[in-house]
């Protein structure tokens, strides 16, 4: 049995290497800041083989506020439940409704209401545990076709979107045309429907063409890249001429976009993109790591049929599930550094866009057996060691264990 009140988790995080060839003795003034390893209590010789039946050990980290930390001591007996776990990077969910990249069209029926709903999974919990479900409504006028109908949900999705308070995925209109003239020099402000090129267009960018933007730049012309119309120009000179879009930009910022293209027209689609919160807007105090996860429900769709292209993957070793468990750690601990209430800081030693390897294992401490019952209260102490991916420590030998992807 286990006794949860004297439980806890210690998060060690190694940036660094650790400072220590095999068998050098570990000193507190050499130990250089952001790094871990696996030391003898007898002799405090640092270990980078197998842990050896018997030998006592601990695990020693030096912060980068250049605090110690110690865990636990353990041995070969008392460690249970090891195990590595490769870095993942977090993967958007892209689906499409009507034409995909390969097959498929809109659905270009007249006078017709075409019902989009939204379901939110990675909501749930919210609004009395149930997903948040958007409604993206159109109707279409008598003489519908597939341009007009992925336009009119595009546009409507955009401005449904624009009334949340956080915006979990973008829609973007892709066709089939083949390319016509490909062009550079594009200024692309993203939620704007104006732009402007620094050549001489006029000749290739007519009221009525449509643009295909190569998203994100410099991967490679697909036909699975946004498509906008423009609608109209304001008759400028040359590259003076600044041209209007029927939706609003939704790609990157780029005053200087080399790869978008004129095309002829096709088949129409709607590609819909997660959108998670990007590291650098992730607070690990006060967030909860997710990936945007939805589902697209029909409703008088005749042509148009769903195609989850790319499924939502949390990934495994990010910043923000890091992060997360840092401060999650520290909480746990009330050390006194943070233990100032309400909390106002937090040490995180992880730093965002960065990938980590991460090693976990737990040591029981069995202190007492009632002599009667022979019942044995445990108290385990999770170590969860957070490794860049760059570092080659010898945590794998030394736990004998091999990344596995956590992912599913």
């Known amino acids: ?27 507190a003034a050499a130990q250089p800041s952001g790094s871990v390893a696996f030391v003898k209590t007898s002799d405090n010789t640092v270990e980078e083989g197998a842990l050896v039946a018997g030998t006592e050990y601990r695990v020693i980290g030096k912060t980068t506020a250049g605090v110690i930390q110690y865990s636990p001591p353990f041995t070969t007996t008392t460690l249970k439940n090891a195990m ?11 689906t499409y409704l009507g034409y995909n990249g390969v097959s498929g ?6 006078d017709t209401y075409y019902g989009l709903g ?29 341009s007009e109908v992925a336009a009119g949900l595009a546009i409507e999705a955009t401005n449904v979107l624009k009334r949340q308070a956080y915006k979990p995925f973008k829609v973007e209109r892709i066709n089939s045309g083949a390319q016509l003239v490909d062009l550079d020099n594009f200024a692309l402000v993203h939620g704007s429907k104006y732009f402007t090129s620094a050549d001489n267009d006029t000749a290739s960018l007519l009221v009525g063409s449509i643009i295909r933007v190569e998203e994100p730049e410099n991967d490679g012309d697909a036909v699975t890249d ?40 096709g088949d129409w689609g709607l590609k819909f993109t997660g ?3 990007a590291d650098a807007a992730f607070d690990p105090v006060t967030d909860e790591p997710f990936v945007a996860s939805f589902e697209l429900m029909t409703r008088d769709f005749e042509t148009a049929t769903v195609t989850k292209s790319v499924n939502p993957v949390i990934g495994s070793g990010t910043y923000q599930l890091c992060s997360a468990l840092e401060v999650y750690a520290q909480f746990q601990r009330k050390t006194k550094e943070i233990s100032a209430y309400p909390p106002t800081s937090r040490l995180v ?13 737990e040591i029981w401490d069995a202190k ?22 760059g570092l080659t420590e010898a945590f794998n030998t030394v736990l004998g264990v091999t990344l596995v992807s956590a992912v599913i």
């Open 105 to 110: 069209s809109m659905d270009a029926t007249s």
């Open 368 to 389: 007492f057996v009632d002599a009667t019952t022979g019942i044995n209260p445990k108290s385990p102490t999770r170590i969860i060691i957070i490794e860049d991916d």
């Open 226 to 265: 946004p498509c906008y119309i423009i609608v109209a120009h304001d008759s400028g000179a040359a590259e003076a001429r600044i041209y209007e879009l029927d939706q609003p930009f939704q790609g990157v910022t780029n005053a200087d976009h080399d790869h978008v293209s004129t095309i002829t027209e």
């Open 84 to 94: 590595g776990m490769d870095q993942e990077a977090l993967v958007e969910q892209v």
């Open 275 to 277: 959108i998670s919160v």
């Open 1 to 27: 049995m286990s006794i949860f009140e004297d439980s806890n988790t210690l998060v060690f995080v190694s940036t660094i290497t650790n400072g220590y060839a095999d068998a050098a003795a570990w000193t």
């Open 349 to 361: 030693q992880t730093s965002a866009s960065n990938l980590y390897h991460v090693y976990s294992f």
């Open 118 to 146: 939204i379901v939110l999974n990675h909501t749930f919990g919210m609004l009395n545990n149930s997903p948040l479900l958007l409604t993206v409504p159109y109707k279409s006028d008598s003489t519908a076709t597939q």
